[in-house]
């Protein structure tokens, strides 16, 4: 009994240290956003602001057309996830329930693009969108992001969980192939396709590198590519950078809060778990 509670008092301490750890950044994060410009060169550093500065998001938001690279992260971000939820599911519906020849050979050369850094395809890319005219559009930061092999393989891994007798019952039923996909896989898997949103908001909200290659004029920039606005090769406006990044954290955060039972459950489902 007694070994019990201590072994349950040395796991919480852990888990309550790991948070606080984790979580330093972030608050030191938070304070700079609120301390003036002189405060945050001052020695010692201070974790609190001596005095709070609400205007550094006020500037920070009106001294560069963050609006605009907000709503160009939006709709980039939420029509890639929308596709790439559609695309991923229907492929994966289709590598854990269909039967054709050749499936885990084309199935195994999906997974094999995971291997391929991204650094070597870009040059390819790159000059295919140009010949099609699409740099430095939506359709370049788009069209080649709508479907991923990392989702084909979390919705793979989870609709081979749902039992086969319910798809023969529907197509005993009449129900044709989309009205099982529709009507059955889709409601079912609702952890996996939560979990996979997230992936795909996380990671397209954050990056960096495929908007830097793909556009060159300041109406197509995202809000990463944005953040450069306050850093320079000699001086570096911290607090208003500080208050960018907190503000283009929120989003990510609220999402997460909403649907991290679905992602938790997603992750466990699917088979992503060590």
Do not use: C
Request: aromatic fraction near 16%.
């Amino acid at each position: 009994m007694v070994k019990g509670k201590i072994l349950y008092l040395l796991v919480y301490s852990i888990l309550f240290l790991s948070a606080v750890i984790i979580l330093i950044p972030f608050m030191w994060m938070i304070s700079n956003s609120l301390k003036g410009a002189g405060e945050i060169y001052s020695w010692p550093p201070s974790l609190l602001p001596k005095r709070i500065e609400w205007n550094n998001y006020r500037t920070a938001l009106t001294l560069v057309p963050f609006n605009r690279f907000f709503f160009n992260s939006f709709l980039i971000t939420l029509l890639v996830t929308v596709s790439s939820i559609f695309f991923d599911s229907m492929t994966g519906y289709a590598f854990a329930k269909f039967k054709f020849k050749g499936k885990n050979i084309l199935f195994y050369l999906v997974l094999a693009t995971l291997i391929l850094p991204v650094q070597s395809t870009i040059i390819p890319a790159y000059i295919i969108l140009e010949k099609l005219n699409w740099v430095n559009t939506f359709m370049a930061l788009i069209i080649p992001n709508i479907s991923n092999a990392f989702g084909i393989f979390l919705m793979r891994q989870f609709i081979q969980s749902i039992p086969d007798e319910l798809i023969e019952a529907a197509r005993i039923d009449g129900l044709n192939e989309f009205g099982i996909y529709h009507r059955i896989i889709l409601p079912l898997s609702k952890p996996a396709l939560a979990t996979l949103a997230i992936f795909q908001i996380q990671y397209h909200w954050n990056d960096f590198f495929w908007p830097l290659i793909m556009t060159n004029s300041t109406k197509m920039k995202t809000v990463q590519l944005g953040l450069v606005y306050f850093t320079g090769q000699y001086f570096t406006q911290w607090n208003l950078l500080m208050a960018v990044v907190v503000t283009a954290l929120l989003p990510i955060i609220i999402i997460f809060i909403f649907a991290q039972r679905y992602f938790i459950e997603g992750i466990t489902l699917s088979g992503l778990k060590g």
